[in-house]
């Protein structure tokens, strides 16, 4: 059975488990995100902003438990990785985080600058903290989007770095297996 903390060679199953649904369900936002900025206006267009933003707020409540469960956790050894290694892996996270973090933050901003309403998980009316503001709102809309731009770029030099690991360095280091779930614990 898998460990659920981290070891020495895993970041354990919760976190695993945090990490691919949460890969899995931004692959998803930034496809539909990408598209939306690109529709014309429509009841389809309509329908998919309103799964957007339930999934926009799924996933940064699964962000905020994950940080949570990243500060109670251990971590795996890695200081057999190269320093600029450490030092690169530690900013991609970092900018990561911040952006998973501050995109639904925008994304609710500029949805109540519009002049609707954020719902936590598509149940809960999130208070709102911006009013709205109709000539703002095209200004919000191309930010969010520069934003997932960013995130794009961002996520892929975390793949890439993670790719690199596993296929050019055959995971010398075991940063691969510490993120699979077919690695050793």
Aim: aromatic share 16%; net charge positive.
């Amino acid at each position: 059975m898998k460990n659920l903390k981290a070891t020495q060679n895993s970041w354990g199953l919760l976190a695993k488990i945090f990490h691919w649904l949460l890969a899995i369900l931004l692959i998803w936002q930034i496809f539909t995100g990408f598209n939306l900025h690109n529709m014309e206006f429509s009841p389809a267009k309509i329908g998919f902003i309103g799964i957007h933003k339930v999934i926009g707020t799924i996933i940064f409540t699964i962000v905020v438990l994950r940080l949570i469960w990243k500060f109670i956790n251990s971590k795996p050894d890695s200081s057999e990785l190269p320093k600029f290694h450490r030092y690169a892996s530690n900013t991609i996270y970092a900018l990561l985080y911040a952006l998973v973090v501050w995109i639904p933050i925008q994304g609710s901003m500029m949805t109540q600058t519009g002049g609707f309403d954020v719902k936590l998980l598509g149940l809960i009316t999130v208070p709102e903290f911006i009013e709205t503001n109709t000539v703002m709102y095209p200004t919000f809309v191309q930010f969010h989007y520069q934003s997932m731009i960013a995130l794009v770029v961002i996520f892929e030099i975390h793949l890439s770095a993670g790719l690199y690991h596993r296929f050019m360095k055959s995971d010398k280091y075991g940063v691969w297996n510490r993120m699979s779930f077919w690695g050793k614990d």
